[in-house]
């Protein structure tokens, strides 16, 4: 007779709830998580209270029931029995719609999500094929500068990156109160070079000045090419005259060792004209044209070396 009533028993209350909620990870809900995926995991905590209510509401009919039975009662009303179930079922089915709307919305977000991660992950492989590029082009433009400043044959610095060191070690003279010193080499009879063996073996005998004169220069000294035989070298603070003169001396002892070319020893002498800042000259472009005129100067007397002197270039 109340077998209806009987049908809501205590076992029922957890096959509602593994039935109607599912778990959903209410954890996954972090600051990263997009607002679409929060909305629905809010609708998720709202379904879980209903069948918490609705479990709460079966418990209570239940428990009832029992106390009823244990207090004598034979019969129930078979009319309450039945409209605690349906309300309670009622609750159920309202539970199933709106657990079905969060899945839907559940499985959209997710769907959102997945396009969200690909156009990140196209985002970032964009984004580094541009850090790559801008790499590239910064690697070429650099390389281009110095390509711009630099002598081709050589390697050498060019007139335009020397004029810019001489300036400023002539800024920073001024500051420290140093001395500065220009020489100018001219190579003695390099045209005989070129018409007697060739572009090539003057192309090498250019190459070897080169480092010869690197090799001799200080890390704050500058060695350029000023074109064709020439050769432009800037000592920084060379305390004192005489130091000057060891340097050149040097270089013209260097300069002068025999040059390996086809089997051949090529010899090449360079004549040294030498500037001195501030007296011979206070600007870079002064100091450049007494160290010329002083290198002439070398050549007519056949020293190969020449300080600058007013009345040297009077005579």
């Not at 040294?272 to 070398?298: K, R, V």
Request: charged residues 25%; aromatic residues 4%; proline residues 3%.
């Amino acid at each position: 007779m109340y077998g209806a009533a009987q049908g809501l028993d205590p076992m029922t209350t957890n096959q509602i709830e593994a039935a109607v909620a599912p778990e959903v990870p209410v954890a996954a809900a972090t600051p990263e998580v997009p607002v679409a995926l929060e909305v629905v995991l809010e609708q998720n905590l709202e379904v879980k209270d209903k069948v918490d209510a609705c479990a709460s509401d079966l418990r209570m009919s239940n428990d009832i029931v029992k106390e009823r039975i244990e207090g004598g009662e034979t019969t129930l009303s078979a009319h309450a029995a039945l409209v605690d179930s349906e309300q309670v079922e009622s609750k159920v089915k309202e539970c199933a719609d709106d657990l079905h709307q969060v899945n839907e919305a559940l499985a959209q977000g997710i769907e959102e999500l997945k396009h969200t991660e690909i156009a990140l992950a196209r985002s970032r492989r964009n984004l580094s094929d541009a850090q790559a590029s801008l790499a590239l082009s910064q690697r070429d433009e650099h390389a281009a500068r110095l390509r711009a400043m630099h002598d081709a044959a050589t390697g050498l610095p060019n007139r335009d990156l020397f004029n810019d060191r001489l300036d400023q070690a002539i800024a920073m003279a001024e500051r420290h109160d140093w001395t500065l010193a220009v020489m100018f080499l001219d190579l003695d009879h390099f045209k005989q070079v070129n018409d007697t063996y060739g572009h090539a073996a003057g192309d090498r005998v250019l190459r070897e000045v080169a480092e010869r004169l690197l090799h001799n220069a200080r890390d704050e000294d500058t060695v350029c090419r000023n074109g064709g035989d020439e050769f432009l070298y800037l000592l920084v603070d060379p305390h004192g005259t005489e130091n000057i003169r060891q340097t050149a001396a040097r270089v013209l002892e260097k300069i002068a060792q025999p040059i390996d070319f086809d089997g051949r020893q090529l010899v090449i002498r360079p004549s040294i004209g030498i500037a001195i800042y501030p007296e011979d000259g206070a600007t870079g472009s002064q100091l450049i044209q007494s160290a010329d005129a002083a290198m002439y100067q070398a050549k007519s007397s056949q020293n190969g070396c020449e300080f600058f002197s007013v009345l040297a270039t009077l005579s």
